[in-house]
């Protein structure tokens, strides 16, 4: 099953910025973006925005995302302790009909 | 506010059935899909499948198509996952997701154990 491609793990320092990458094709991230999730360890993941790059409330403005081309980003400006968590992006595939998740990003904050 | 329950912590063995549920409130149930996410022990998120209960159309992963059945009864609010023949390898957590623009408000989670 074609998926999205996320690297396994990122780390960088306190207060600095990350950016997560996640690599699809043109018939997924593609064609009509990605959405990304956070999901700290034992909890529900949660939203933090949606295929239009929309960011629902409450969301920090912390957190941003972009795409170019078949590739979406995630950048997190003045990292902090909380944000170390699992992120995942996920797209809707007119291939498949379905919609597919990346396999996850670990993000720990140094 | 959007909420999602889902049904709680189900021990079975091996063949036989089962039915989990998710219960949605604080949004009109039939304007939006409710998609089924699994998550095994350690690992990523997988996309199972989703229905729109205003019609009961539903998409399934190739991965799943075959191995469970997504439905939704208006009526209640409510969505369904259900196998008709369980195997060890189901042993995961399972959420529930409203989608718009991806899986925006999701459940508490499922946790289905598998085992002889």
């Known amino acids: 099953q074609a998926g999205l491609t996320q690297p396994p793990s990122v780390s960088t320092g306190l207060r600095q910025t990350a950016t997560l990458t996640c690599t699809g094709n043109?018939?997924?991230?593609?064609?009509?973006?990605a959405a990304w999730l956070q999901q700290h360890q034992g909890h529900p993941p949660k939203l933090l925005f949606n295929?239009?790059?929309n960011r629902p409330s409450g969301i920090s403005e912390r957190f941003s995302a972009s795409r170019s081309g078949s590739t979406a980003s995630l950048t997190i400006t003045g990292l902090q302790p909380e944000d170390e968590a699992d992120y995942y992006c996920?797209?809707?595939?007119?291939?498949?009909?379905?919609?597919?998740f990346g396999g996850g990003t670990k993000l720990t904050v140094l | 506010e959007v909420q999602l329950v889902q049904s709680g912590v189900e021990v079975k063995k091996p063949g036989e059935s089962l039915k989990i549920s998710c219960k949605a409130s604080?949004?009109?149930?039939?304007?939006?899909?409710i998609a089924w996410v699994r998550q095994m022990s350690g690992e990523g998120l997988e996309w199972m499948g989703m229905?729109?209960?205003?019609?009961?159309?539903?998409r399934y992963s190739p991965s799943f198509r075959g191995q469970v059945t997504i439905s939704a009864d208006k009526s209640i609010s409510t969505a369904y996952l259900q196998w008709n023949t369980l195997k060890a390898s189901d042993t995961a957590m399972y959420y529930c997701?409203?989608?718009?623009?991806?899986?925006?408000?999701w459940g508490q989670g499922t946790l289905v154990t598998v085992s002889s």
């Open positions: 996920a797209a809707w595939d007119r291939s498949l009909s379905a919609w597919v």
């Open positions: 997701a409203k989608h718009s623009g991806g899986p925006a408000d």
């Open positions: 229905i729109n209960p205003g019609d009961s159309d539903t």
């Open positions: 604080g949004y009109s149930f039939t304007d939006y899909w």
């Open positions: 043109s018939n997924n991230v593609g064609y009509e973006g």
């Open positions: 295929r239009n790059n």
